[in-house]
């Protein structure tokens, strides 16, 4: 048996990031397909191909931690960028890369003393379904296309995710393709299936003339990742379901809390504090519209129905922010404390308010369906500096004018106001403090996102650092301001 020419796989190239589970994905000509996986009983990937697939290809899965090993390098001209052959072909074999029982199949350079049992390795080369060749059949996976049962214990006691003679064996010859493959998942990590045609001469082409077509593999199939959690959400996403569920409870007991003062001091209200009952209120219903769009995005998918869920909930997500932005911004004027009426800058305000509405929408709906890895830097940009400078300017606006207010109120030496202005002032300041330096991480996390290992690092906390944070941060600050501007028998001192 000999391959017709030498396979060059440059892995980082071919490489798309899906981070996804019981997600399925098509497979196209030499592609790479990864996941985020949370890890449970019952977890696998299952690769499956069309009845119409034929000729051979060189097929492993691994998980991110092991792809080190995969391929061997064959030339070391630049010790930053060393080229590797990931592909065990006649040329790579006469160079000495492998031997003749790795034809067909990914290289697996491990260093002395370890075996690909101790790694996550599946590898084989395998021959499609129309395929008309006879090899020797050797297949240890497990592959059971009439269901998905969980695997048995292990009687040894040893838990080791990566026994390879219990869970993923690689088979020792070519693996004939008869149903889904199915390679299971023991351990939380970064899964990727990667896939690379081989064309094979055998006795019915190796006498075809030159000028025929080469015997090249054809093929179309489904790579599915199946985690913990049922559902369609990206394993990447799925912590925002019960993280926004939790939010949800803390701002119903806040609304509790902050309705039964109201009720206590009804006679006593202040303007602002009807704004602020207001505010509570959408953000209680912002919250759970969040949770139930991930919910609803985890059962049904994308679709047309879930990108007008989306809208919705960005625009719940912008108003929110507007609307908290221009209550700090007239307040630190001094509207209804120093002044009855803010005149021409009332206009200004509003203004501002509506631009960050806009590039609040914009953005709320960019990070969910723009995908970091694959995005140029430009478009991104145009998503996050709009909003950006909004931001700043709002937050400029307010500091500036919360020094001027507190200043007057000196100097009429009304000490209560005073004393509620300053600690206004703190909480601002404070919240200032904390957005620079998660901008700063945030820069430096995702100033590598080219890189061919951020998505296998950073896909556990991708939520965390594009929505938790400022979520967590504005709940410690709502509930700071509103604490401030509580309702009291003192509220027309």
Known sequence: MAFGHPLQFLFPCLLLVLSAFAY???LDYSRQICSGMWAGDSTFINISFEATSQGNVAMVVYEWADAQYLGKVTSRTDDLLPQKTYVCTTSAMLSGFCDSSELGRFIL??????SSDDTSFWSARVQLPSSTEEPTRSSGLW???DGN????PDPSGYTSPWKRGKYNPSPNATYVYDGPIQYTVKKTGYYCVAIVPVTVQTSQNAIRADTDVSYHPSYHGKVLFRNKFDGQLPAADYPKVNFYFAMFIVYIILGAAWAWLCYQNLQDLLPLQYYLSGLVGLLVIEMVANWVYYRYLN??????ASTVFLIVVAILDAGRNSMSFFMLLVVSLGLSVVRESLGRTMLKCQILAGMHFVFGILYAVGIVELELESTSALVLLLFVIPLA????GFLLWIMYSLHATIAQLKARKQRFK???FQRLYYILLFTVAVIFIFFVVSSFSFSSRLAEDYAAKSWKVR???LDGWLALLYLVAFTAIVYLWRPSPNNRR
């Open 389 to 392: 400078f909004t931001m700043s």
């Open 109 to 114: 350079d491990l260093p002395s003393g370890k």
């Open 24 to 26: 399925e994905t098509s």
């Open 143 to 145: 592959d059971n296309p």
């Open 463 to 465: 939520w965390w650092l």
């Open 418 to 420: 005073l004393m509620m």
């Open 149 to 152: 049962p969980t695997p048995p």
């Open 299 to 304: 059962a049904h998918g994308k679709s047309t």
